[in-house]
């Protein structure tokens, strides 16, 4: 913001905005209207299914394909070409639609309902669209209600501000109207209110001064559009296809230049390159990455996760580091009562949130006394959502008080009705730092209070102890002092109760009698179910959680102890030391860091930064407008569904729809297995493929005619192979996916996988071209049926090599993956009948074979098996060679 409001008065606020504490006339908030425009934010604009469709095709994979297609047809090669058109559509068609459901799923989600706010006009109290809001406008704020801009108060009464959607702060904020000091951060900014903030107690005036994209949510929308993170499997998918079309080229060019050499026709040289195009670029990898990823989609949509991206699921695979908001991620942003201390006791307090179960049977007198004091201290309410949801209108603290009582089947209304008749109410006061009601009964005047232990205490001779009021002896207050400081310490708000029960009936907050001090009320935000549990899950998958927030560092410290996230010897950093630290002392401060506190938004962005310069992946976790622009920054931005803010839902790549921490933790496990199946599918796809280029170059080389046309490649790479990779990614899961010493590989593509193309794809080959040399000049297309058979058998065999990297195929149970035995079978009908159906041979220009052909194949086949399980053991035995030379080092 420009104009620092906070810093000078009302007056001089409404006199640079020319309006007056009266509002603005209907004919000034027009005008004004005109030049500032609706207060509204930019709507993301939603993409057609035909936008969605033409994404599909954005890789340079598909723009090699389209080529040769284009060529394809050019040539007249017309099976070939409809066939890879084919496959064109269908892989944008299924990948569009997939994405289309996701982005409709979240436009359900934020369905956005019209507010209304209360203005003056013309002197007048007056109900608008808050879109209708200029600056000059005086707003009205009320309990409950939206802020629906950024304003400078100049009235208030008891007003406190919900701010944790904007600043991170879990605590309602006091509001005054008094002028501030110049270049206060956000959350100092006690004498403004921003838009999409909420009125939690108390009501005040103030002048509007921004609207729409230049308010503080407005600055944060626009910055989360200049932002732009590619999830890591773009980035890998990328990297792969760039050197796949460097490969592909330089193959073309150089089979091209060679066959004109040697004195081959253009036209068949043509086709010829078509050939080692189609066989070099995995046709079927689009198809398998689309359908592999939507099933995983699909999946995570059982577990309650909406992913908006597809290949924000393979992301979760390579997650290491996962930053997380304290409220509304590990707590559940509802403040409630967890111990009670009285007469001399101390009870824990059971439940979760503002949930008034479980019910406490057969309560002790000091309970009893607890909830009836702190309820009729309470000017909280409690109500339940449309969908069953228990929610707080009103001050958190006193409605914690009152999910107490209802715990006891205490009711404030009950109470009066029954019992009291309430005589006075003087609301927490900031000064006094006491809350007092007056109630009469039996003819007496009940006098309940709470507020700060230390005023209470002051303010007390006597102390509740079973029953009885016993003189407070100095050791009993001392005692009370210390449990006062040890719980706030941890992290809990302490609030006293007191009462005098024949108080003078003119008590107010400056007339106070002696009370007897009843005990203390303990509370704090709840942590959410199983939080410790999931945070210990992740960590035994290797996977560090921290804490980044804008609450106070030993408030955070407490709850990041009680969640497992912080232990001793961890470091806590605030915000303010994040200004000062250069980006090398970060850095070097980051792996013992587990709680960042009093961070803005601009802080979460650095710390996020510099995980990725370390080479990190990170996810983050949030529900607040706050958390939007660190939710597009990081690798991974996932948003809560429920209490999650329009703009945190729409800068994700994932959404939790029900604000579960362990189904991240679920997800995580998704995307490690969904990793592993595409590392085995490509792996397996490439293999394949290097053995076709290598095939296809032997016979040019040895002046042979070319083993494979298009279609027979197509019909390989597609029907084949597609059916085999995708059942390879259906693979069960390892048990030990999870477990911090399985090592998660953080390129799509590495030299181990490489290493086996390289093994794999030549055996094939030379299989394959031993076969096709000795029919290859007397029946040129049984030389291709036996050369296309070879490379399909060689397949069947590595797609159950290619189940494991390093297990032997002998250790494995053979019908773990049902979906693997299926299309085996399946595949060995479709290509058999293709060998012998006369349709088929027409369209594959093949012809059948004899039973000494197969007997040969199919040593081709049972080659590839063996020299990998040569390979797995030698693998095997360098583990275990490697281990024992680090025992013996440690020795």
Not at 56 to 80: H, M, N, R, T
Not at 290 to 304: C, D, E, Y
Not at 418 to 438: A, L, V
Not at 784 to 795: D, K
Request: one cysteine or more; hydrophobic letters at 45%.
């Amino acid at each position: 913001m420009d104009d620092q409001f906070y810093s000078i008065s009302g007056e001089q606020t409404l006199h640079k905005l020319k309006s007056n504490f009266g509002g603005l006339s209907k004919k000034d908030a027009e005008e004004k209207l005109n030049v500032f425009g609706p207060n509204k934010l930019p709507e993301g604009k939603k993409q057609s299914f035909f936008s969605i469709f033409l994404g599909q095709f954005k890789s340079p994979l598909i723009y090699i394909l389209i080529f040769a297609d284009v060529v394809g047809f050019f040539l007249k090669e017309y099976i070939d070409s409809y066939i890879i058109l084919f496959i064109l559509l269908f892989n944008a068609a299924l990948g569009a639609i997939q994405e289309g459901r996701a982005q409709n799923t979240l436009a359900a989600l934020n369905k956005l309902v019209k507010t209304n706010a209360n203005v003056l006009r013309d002197g007048k109290e007056i109900t608008i669209e808050d879109s209708e809001i200029v600056p000059g406008d005086i707003i009205l704020l009320q309990e409950g209600e939206k802020v629906p801009a950024d304003a400078r108060l100049f009235e208030v009464h008891s007003l406190k501000i919900d701010e944790a959607s904007l600043t991170g702060e879990s605590e309602p904020v006091r509001k005054i109207s008094e002028t501030l000091k110049e270049n206060l951060n956000t959350p100092e900014q006690k004498n403004m209110v921003f838009k999409g903030t909420t009125v939690s107690v108390g009501s005040g005036k103030a002048i509007v001064v921004q609207t729409g994209i230049k308010t503080m949510i407005g600055n944060i929308s626009k910055s989360i559009s200049e932002t732009n993170t590619e999830i890591p499997l773009t980035k890998n998918l990328k990297n792969l296809a760039r050197g796949v079309v460097v490969i592909v080229i330089m193959l073309t060019i150089g089979i091209f230049s060679l066959g004109i050499l040697k004195g081959q026709k253009p036209k068949e040289m043509f086709i010829t390159t078509i050939a080692i195009t189609v066989a070099a670029i995995p046709e079927g990898l689009p198809l398998v990455l689309t359908v592999t990823l939507a099933a995983g989609v699909w999946r995570m949509s059982k577990k309650r996760v909406l992913v908006k991206k597809l290949q924000a699921v393979e992301a979760l695979g390579q997650v290491n580091r996962i930053a997380v908001d304290k409220t509304g991620t590990i707590t559940k942003n509802e403040l409630i009562i967890q111990r009670v201390i009285s007469g001399g006791k101390e009870y824990e307090i059971f439940g979760s949130g503002y949930d008034p179960n479980p019910k406490i049977k057969n309560p002790d007198n000091e309970l009893i006394l607890a909830a009836r004091i702190g309820v009729l201290c309470s000017n909280s309410r409690i109500s339940m959502t449309k969908d069953g949801q228990y929610r707080i209108i009103g001050d958190p603290t006193e409605g914690a008080m009152n999910i107490f009582a209802e715990k006891l089947e205490i009711k404030k209304d009950d109470l009066l009705l029954r019992e009291y008749g309430q005589i006075n109410d003087f609301p927490f006061d900031y000064e006094k730092k006491i809350h007092m009601s007056i109630n009469q009964k039996d003819g007496k005047n009940f006098l309940a209070v709470t507020g700060a232990p230390e005023v209470i205490l002051g303010l007390s001779d006597k102390f509740y102890d079973g029953g009885k009021e016993v003189d407070f002896l100095e050791s009993f207050r001392k005692k009370y002092e210390k449990r006062f400081l040890e719980l706030s310490s941890d992290g809990l708000r302490v609030i006293a109760f007191a009462y005098n029960n024949n108080a003078p009936e003119n008590s107010n907050q400056d007339n106070i009698p002696q009370l007897v001090f009843g005990g203390l009320f303990a509370m704090r935000d709840g942590l959410r179910p199983d939080i410790e549990k999931n945070v210990q899950r992740a960590r035994d998958a290797g996977i560090t959680v921290f804490m980044v927030t804008g609450d106070h560092a030993e408030t955070a410290k407490a709850i990041a102890r009680q969640a497992g996230i912080w232990k001793e010897g961890d470091e806590v950093i605030i915000g303010d030391e994040l200004k000062t630290m250069s980006d090398k002392d970060l850095e070097e401060k980051l792996l013992k860091t587990t709680v960042f506190a009093r961070v803005t938004p601009e802080h979460k962005m650095k710390i996020i930064e510099s995980y990725k310069k370390r080479g990190e992946i990170i996810a983050m976790t949030g529900d607040g407008v706050n958390d939007a622009p660190s939710l597009v920054a990081a690798d991974l931005g996932i948003a809560m569904g429920k209490i999650g803010t329009e703009v945190a839902k729409e800068a994700s790549d994932l959404v939790l729809m029900d604000d579960n921490f362990g189904d991240i933790i679920s997800a995580v496990e998704e995307g490690r297995n969904m990793r592993q199946g595409l590392r085995r599918t490509i792996t397996y796809l490439f293999s394949s493929n290097f053995g076709e280029i290598l095939l296809i170059i032997l016979a040019l080389f040895f002046d042979l005619p070319i083993p494979l046309i298009a279609g027979q490649l197509i019909w390989m790479n597609v029907v084949t192979d597609t059916f085999f990779d995708i059942s390879l990614s259906l693979e069960p899961k390892n048990p030990s996916l999870m477990k911090k010493a399985t090592k998660i590989r953080k390129k799509l593509f590495d030299s181990f996988m490489l290493t086996r193309i390289l093994i794999v794809g030549p055996i094939i080959a030379i299989g394959a071209f031993w076969l096709f040399k000795e029919f290859a000049n007397s029946d040129p297309t049984k030389a291709r049926t036996i050369a296309l058979t070879a490379l399909v058998v060689g397949q069947w065999f590595n797609s159950l090599s290619s189940r494991s990297e390093t297990r032997s195929v002998f250790a494995m149970n053979p019908f773990s993956n049902k979906f693997l035995l299926g299309t085996l079978l399946s595949v060995m009908v479709l290509h058999i009948g293709a060998v012998y159906l006369p349709f088929m041979n027409k369209i594959l220009r093949i012809s059948p074979l004899d039973l000494s052909d197969w007997k040969q194949i199919f040593m081709v086949g049972i080659a590839v098996l063996v020299v990998e399980e040569l390979r797995k053991f030698s693998y095997k035995m360098m583990e275990i060679y490697s281990l024992k030379r680090k025992v013996t080092l440690m020795r």
